[in-house]
């Protein structure tokens, strides 16, 4: 912490115009400035006599311009997160408590992964609460799997059986950590896809978990997926159109509204009917009142100091860009456990760099090696672009087959976006009839350093055919 300076009394070396300036405001946390007569040398002194009404008119404004941004609630959030992590970790412990004592459930986590999780950290206290409920709501029996949606739902882990307690960590590791930024969400879409999935279950007990933000965020007319959400939302409104797609959403919402199947909301408000009561979207704010306050900044603080400010957030961005990007390459197959394979892959990109799943190292080229599979080419290959990850299919489907979160990528077909919280899946054939399979989560060092890895072996026996 930077303590005050002890200020001394002005001498008679100070100059005229110093000593009759008002002192301008100096904002919390900013290094402490000199005053006339503090233990300068003469240099310094002299320099400052110079220019020190100019300086005193930018800090002065600065401060102005540092009041109106703390005027306009633009300050640190700490106070809304805190608030966020007591209301989500309140939740979690409801729905504990609600579902612990059910044998043989069959449970469906829902999670918004879209860009306004991001607030408040949402997202990341979201994902600790579902890890709680993981850890403390589910037992030996029941079975889980995992929807992520944004603009549309995708399955990121298959209907799962706990055979015991070291089975959860598997579970918790494949909830996704990391937004996709995106903007828009289709709530509605994700909760249809996961009561289809509970709806022909065979367990006594059927429990959905909705996770968001409750806001009704629609997606951009080009996005790929806005017809979609026209299946389930009216333009406009928050009502529902009379589609195929949204009957059959109403019809299985009936169906899990308690007993043994319901529905149940962290940061959601799910009603009577098993719907969930969304939230409209916020109202923008007009563009006058942004020009108001840019120009109120920019008379303040001068035009140039904005100028510099700019200029040192882009580059700012441009190194970000351009640092090292460090994957963690994790083995999550089913019997990841059982073999001798040691642990983590831990991979450093630069800019451009790219690294091959499958292969013989050779050169300076990056490679992942495939547990329990030797193969001379590789069979895919993940390329860095900027601050983005890119995959590209490269063996043959009569010898490889590649998927992406279940999706098959086709040997050159371009490559695909990759997020991280991925997982990609290789099927070698290594003869007829005979194939080796590897799941590969390519993930970061800090999902790595939350969910530690741990020996678990699995049945495949028990996987679900969805």
């Known amino acids: 912490m930077i303590r005050p300076t002890s200020w001394q009394k002005p001498s008679s070396r100070s100059c005229a115009d110093e ?27 002299d320099a400052s006599c110079s220019s020190s009404p100019r300086h005193r008119g930018a800090r002065g404004a600065a401060a102005l311009a540092f009041f109106l ?33 059910r044998k043989e459930k069959a449970v469906v986590i829902v999670l ?20 709680r409920i993981v850890r403390e709501g ?47 969400s289709n709530i509605r879409w994700a ?48 009502e529902t159109p009379d589609t195929p797609e949204s009957r059959d959403y109403a019809r299985l919402r009936e169906q899990f509204t308690g007993g043994t199947r319901a529905t149940y ?47 040192g957030r882009a580059a700012a961005a441009r190194k970000a860009a351009q640092a090292p990007l460090t994957v ?23 800019a451009e760099d790219s690294f091959d799943l499958g292969g013989v190292p050779f050169g300076t080229g990056k490679v992942v090696t495939l547990p329990g599979i030797a193969v001379r080419e590789p069979l895919a290959r993940v390329q860095r672009h900027g601050s983005h990850l890119v995959i590209q299919a490269l063996a043959p489907r009569e010898t490889a087959v590649v998927l992406l979160d279940g999706a098959e990528l086709e040997a050159g077909a371009g490559a695909r976006p990759l997020r ?24 970061d060092t800090q999902s790595v350093a939350d969910q530690p890895r741990e020996e678990v072996a699995f049945d495949p026996s028990d996987a679900s055919p969805y």
């Open 19 to 45: 000593e009759a300036a008002p002192v301008a405001f100096q904002p919390p946390g900013a290094p402490p400035r000199h005053r006339p007569g503090s233990l300068r040398s003469q240099g310094a002194r």
């Open 69 to 101: 941004v703390l005027a306009l609630g633009l300050g640190p959030a700490t106070a809304q997160e805190a608030e966020v992590a007591s209301t989500l970790d309140a939740a979690a412990t409801r729905i504990i408590s609600a579902i612990r004592g």
């Open 112 to 131: 918004d992964v879209s860009g306004s999780m991001t607030n408040a950290h949402r997202l990341r206290h979201s994902v600790a609460a579902l890890a």
């Open 138 to 184: 589910t037992r030996v029996g029941d079975t889980v799997a995992v929807f992520s949606f944004d603009t549309s739902p995708t399955l990121v882990l298959k209907e799962t059986r706990v055979k015991k307690d070291a089975d959860k960590k598997i579970i918790i590791d494949r909830i996704p950590t990391v937004s996709n930024n995106t903007v828009g």
């Open 191 to 238: 909760h249809h896809e996961a009561l289809k999935l509970l709806a022909p279950s065979r367990q006594p007990y059927q429990v959905c978990i909705l996770v968001s933000d409750n806001r009704h965020d629609p997606p951009p007319a080009g996005d790929p997926y806005h017809p979609d959400y026209l299946k389930y939302y009216v333009p406009g409104s928050m």
């Open 265 to 311: 909301g962290i940061g959601v408000d799910v009603l009577e009917t098993g719907a969930v009561r969304e939230l409209p979207p916020p109202p923008r704010t007009p563009a006058w009142v942004y020009a108001a306050i840019l120009l109120a900044v920019a008379v303040l603080a001068g035009g140039g100091w904005l100028a510099a400010r700019a200029f």
């Open 328 to 350: 963690v390459v994790r083995d999550v197959s089913p019997d990841a456990g059982t073999r001798s394979f040691g642990g983590d892959t831990r991979l450093d990109l630069d």
């Open 420 to 443: 991280l919280g991925q997982t990609v899946s290789l099927r070698v054939r290594v003869m007829a009839g005979i194939e080796k399979r590897v799941d590969l989560l390519l993930t």
